[in-house]
């Protein structure tokens, strides 16, 4: 299939750009990756009328696709300067979503799922899309991908009780790591790595599925 045919932005997709803009989302160029993809394609055909609405909808193993906005101020609050990233990691692939919109801001991809049935729905999904630069595995994201790193950015889709250690080791320097972080209330950490450590900054309130260790085969 051609790009063409299915990331030319659609109305539905400017108009959530419309919203997501108006909630506060700065970065032009997230927002132009955001409405190349078709989020229709990642959750099941009784959602199809609401795939652009700014929620999480369900997608099956108990696990949510991440609603637009909280997709779109992750990103950018990662983002380099230079407006793209050279590696990037997703911990919580799910259905492959956020995935295939950081595919249009990066030079490589990886993403890894711990439920082997939606890490094979994640492909399933990406394959038509044809994102030669996404590679998916099939993994427990506390380990993080260290044949893969470094990084310049790690964006973790589910709440942790604290930074996973393993996984800011995998940052380049100047490297950025968002997690949502707490049980229920739980807030969005950024941390930048620096020569001497580490620095943090407080963004929003979130509310996201837990990251759990361990794999789930079936
Ligand atoms: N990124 C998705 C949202 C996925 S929801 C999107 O684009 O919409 C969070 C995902 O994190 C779930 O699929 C869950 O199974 C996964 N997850 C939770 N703990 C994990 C872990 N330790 N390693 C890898 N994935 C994990």
């Known amino acids: 299939m051609h790009a063409s045919d299915w990331s030319a932005p659609t109305a539905q997709r400017l108009t959530l750009a419309r919203?997501?803009?108006?909630?506060?989302v700065a970065s032009e160029t997230v927002l132009s990756a955001l409405i190349r993809i078709p989020r229709e394609r990642f959750v099941d055909e009784a959602l199809w009328s609401r795939a652009y609405e700014d929620t999480a909808l369900p997608i099956g193993h108990g696990q949510t696709i991440s609603q637009p906005f909280i997709v779109a101020r992750m990103i950018?609050?990662?983002?380099?300067p230079r407006g793209r990233f050279k590696r990037v990691l997703e911990v919580g692939t799910g259905c492959g979503y956020q995935a295939a919109v950081l595919s249009q801001l990066a030079d490589e991809v990886y993403s890894?799922?711990?439920i082997k049935p939606l890490y094979e729905r994640a492909r399933a999904n990406l394959r038509p899309l044809r994102l030669a630069n996404v590679r998916l595995a099939y993994g427990d994201g506390y380990a993080g991908l260290p044949a893969a790193a470094p990084f310049d950015?790690?964006?973790v889709a589910a709440a942790a009780p604290q930074i996973p250690e393993e996984l800011k080791q995998q940052l380049t320097r100047g490297g950025k790591i968002i997690v949502p972080v707490g049980r229920d209330d739980q807030?969005?950490?950024l941390l930048e790595r620096r020569v001497a450590g580490f620095i943090e900054k407080r963004l929003e309130l979130v509310r996201f599925v837990p990251m759990l260790p361990g794999l789930v085969p079936a």
């Open 153 to 155: 950015a790690i964006v």
């Open 187 to 189: 807030q969005l950490l």
């Open 76 to 80: 950018e609050s990662v983002l380099p």
């Open 112 to 114: 890894i799922e711990r």
């Open 19 to 24: 919203r997501l803009r108006d909630a506060g």
